[in-house]
């Protein structure tokens, strides 16, 4: 038998029939997004015990509510007539459901986990030749034998980014706990107005230069075989990170870093030592969720994710705090004024081939608002362990900081790292990296 084994696949739908003839349009951060799509699993340690598949039921239930509030995750992508751009016809085709068995508990398969094996418990399927017959997101459940459950989340990324998938897992565990209540509906609304009289070059254009150069020079897709390493940082030990990378002569708050830019600091330097650079660090994208900067509730469904390039010139591995530095001042620059730049030059290019955003530079994804640990689908019962992806991996590599458990405090964080196979074996051994001896959650086989 098989570490996984499917039983089945099927197709699940809302309680609530879908109103005939809606259409939701996609953003151009949706629409810049195309050629990525997002991986999530939540691992979950229920106290009791069950028979088996009485889980699934139950979630099987449950999620026929929560669909009632997510349309656009039931619909199906199709072209506008008007310009030919990508668009959800909102209808009861339903979303895709796989179950599954797993051997042992769900401690023991945490106590050995590497990229191959967690991703047997996120179905996905590359887009068909014909979308309209595709289903967009996929769902799978797998009961462990011996205690516990995973849910396996994946959508294609012009749909969602990694805050709205978990919204979707949240508002499920909120229908499976509460009945039909979800603490916050989502939102489905285009991105802010164009601005009156303004436009995007009235600006630095720091943003735009970012994803024209992304457009304009596509990238080989890498056929190195990636890996994936997971590390937990307590609160203490990012408040070290912070501290060693800290700036010199900070007294105000503006200059204090946050614990994503001084670990996005630290594994960029110790990434750039891995392959080898010498009297720079490679350049880098570093990757914000802009709904707060836009003013927008966190409920906001879709793509409100931006990228902006980090320079390594002039930068060495020694040198942890101009890194953090270079990063704080590129996130200054991602505020409102840049984003709607962003959107409003966006709108005007009408990119034809979108760009593949992560395989251009190494990414450095800010995950740290994704409220993954409040997906409680059972009383006082969080998810033990969340893993992330914005696939494919191809590019020079990728780094998602991520909220760690509550237990490890505020500051606390996870670091998912994905480098090519040998590159990965090195960055976990890196010398600096073990001088904070985080917790391996992850590893190599």
């Known amino acids: ?208 230069n970012h994803y024209k150069s992304a457009i304009q020079n596509p990238v080989p897709i890498s056929k190195h075989k990636h890996k994936t390493i997971t590390l937990l940082f307590s609160q203490e030990m990012v408040r070290n990170c912070i501290a060693m990378a800290g700036i010199p002569n900070a007294h105000d708050h503006e200059k204090k870093l946050t614990p994503f830019e001084a670990l996005s600091a630290l594994f960029w330097t110790r990434t750039s030592k891995v392959k080898g650079m010498e009297g720079s660090l490679i350049d880098m994208s570093i990757t914000l969720d802009t709904r707060r900067v836009l003013g927008l509730d966190n409920g906001f469904f879709g793509n409100y994710t931006v990228y902006n390039k980090v320079r390594g010139d002039g930068l060495d591995e020694n040198e942890l705090s101009k890194a953090a530095f270079a990063i704080k001042e590129v996130v200054s620059k991602m505020e409102s004024d840049g984003v709607m730049d962003l959107i409003e030059w966006l709108e005007q290019e009408k990119c034809e081939i979108p760009p593949l955003m992560n395989g251009y530079h190494l990414v450095c994804v800010n995950l740290e608002n994704v409220d993954s640990y409040s997906a409680i689908f059972e009383d006082n019962v969080s998810p033990v362990h969340v893993s992330y992806y914005i696939e494919p991996s191809v590019g020079p590599g990728q780094v998602l900081i991520l909220p760690s458990p509550r237990s490890e405090g505020a500051f606390g964080r996870v670091v998912m790292v994905t480098l090519p196979e040998d590159e990965a074996e090195k960055l976990l051994n890196d010398e600096l990296i073990q001088q904070f001896a985080p917790t391996t959650l992850m590893g190599l086989n």
């Open 1 to 208: 038998m098989a570490e996984v084994s499917i039983i089945c696949k099927r197709t699940v739908i809302s309680t609530m029939p879908v109103q005939p003839g809606k259409f939701i349009p996609l953003s151009v951060l949706d629409r810049v997004m195309e050629r990525n799509h997002v991986r999530s699993v939540f691992y979950y340690q229920f106290p009791s015990e069950r028979k088996s598949g009485e889980l699934t039921d139950k979630l099987r239930e449950s999620i026929s509510e929560m669909l009632s509030a997510f349309p656009l995750v039931m619909g199906r992508l199709l072209r506008s007539p008007d310009e030919g751009q990508w668009m959800v016809k909102c209808n009861d085709a339903g979303l895709r459901m796989v179950e599954a068995n797993a051997k042992g508990t769900v401690n023991e398969w945490l106590q050995n986990l590497d990229r191959e094996k967690e991703l047997k418990l996120v179905h996905w399927e590359e887009m068909s030749h014909k979308p309209y017959f595709w289903s967009p997101f996929y769902v799978q459940i797998t009961e462990f034998e011996g205690g516990g459950l995973a849910i396996g989340l994946s959508c294609t990324h012009l749909l969602s980014d990694p805050t709205s998938a978990t919204m979707i897992i949240k508002a499920w565990a909120d229908t499976t706990l509460g009945g039909k209540h979800i603490h916050q509906p989502p939102l489905f609304h285009p991105l802010p107005p164009q601005r009156q009289g303004n436009t995007y070059t009235n600006h630095q254009p720091y943003l735009i």
